[in-house]
């Protein structure tokens, strides 16, 4: 398997002072699912946005490593540029436009893509296959739906701009456990079915830690052990090391 995504010794700040990662280095194959697990505060969300190029809004910053999606340095490519060759989040927070219906938050994700009208058609239908419980809310406004929905729609949105990966912040968070599998075992059918490679920060990371092919754990913004999911899975004593729980 080639390599997909490759981070070098990132190191980031928020507004030129408050050190957010020190050293995060990782590899995504193509096809793969990798966990990034860390306890809170960790650095996951900040890798995770340096990934898709949008610390700036935080008036964060990258300012060491790089970045190298699909073979070509991406360090400082835009994020609209990344989504446009493939790499699309899915970051914290969901972040739906509340006022827009379902379907039209799932259309704004094929607009951002620059898909034409029938790709739009067939992308909405691949959604409602993948979710069918955005079918159903298909004419609901998005900040009336649950929290799963509002998971699901966000996903839906990716998906639309067609990515080969997708970076996904915390698809868990605040969701019950049956939602959570739901969404995790559509993701794990796409890639199975389909190859979409996902990079995907957890805090938890025994789901995580399920669905994922291999994982890379960081503590106090760096790298501290990657390995194969189904390793990390058995080793009790990385939970009570870095991430946060016994
Ligand atoms: P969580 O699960 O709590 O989001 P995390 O592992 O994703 O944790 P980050 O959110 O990346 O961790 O945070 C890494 C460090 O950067 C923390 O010390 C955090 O306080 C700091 N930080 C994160 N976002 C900002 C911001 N917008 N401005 C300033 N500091 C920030």
């Known amino acids: ?9 990132l190191a980031a700040t928020y507004n030129h002072a408050i050190r957010a990662l020190s050293d995060v280095s990782l590899t995504v194959r193509r096809g793969e699912i990798v966990a990034l697990l860390g306890a809170n505060g960790a650095g996951k969300s900040t890798t ?28 400082s490519l835009p994020s609209a540029k990344l989504v446009r060759l493939g790499l699309v989040p899915v970051l914290e927070g969901r ?17 951002g893509g620059g898909l034409s009208r029938r790709e739009i058609a067939a992308g909405l239908e691949r959604v409602y ?37 997708l970076v996904l912040d915390e698809p868990s968070m605040g969701l019950a456990p049956l939602v959570v599998e739901t969404i995790f075992s559509t993701l794990k059918g796409l890639n199975r079915e389909e190859g979409l490679s996902i990079l995907v920060a957890e805090q938890n990371s025994t789901v995580a830690l399920r669905y994922a092919d291999r ?5 106090a913004g760096s790298t501290v052990l990657a ?17 946060g729980s016994p």
């Open 1 to 9: 398997m080639s390599d997909l995504l490759v981070l070098e010794g």
């Open 48 to 75: 995770l946005k340096a990934v898709s190029n949008l610390l700036h809004a935080e008036r964060g910053q990258l300012t060491r490593g790089r970045i190298v999606f699909d073979g070509r340095d991406a360090t």
């Open 95 to 111: 972040h739906c436009f509340r006022a827009l219906n379902v379907e039209e938050n799932l259309v704004a994700g094929g607009i």
């Open 129 to 165: 296959t993948l979710f069918p419980r955005l079918k159903e809310r298909r004419r609901s406004a998005s900040g009336l739906t649950s929290g799963g929905e509002q998971q699901m729609s966000a996903i839906g949105r990716a998906l639309m701009a067609r990515p080969r990966l």
């Open 215 to 219: 994982a890379a754990v960081l503590d």
């Open 227 to 243: 390995g194969d999911a189904a390793d990390l899975r058995g080793r009790a004593e990385i939970k009570a090391l870095y991430l």
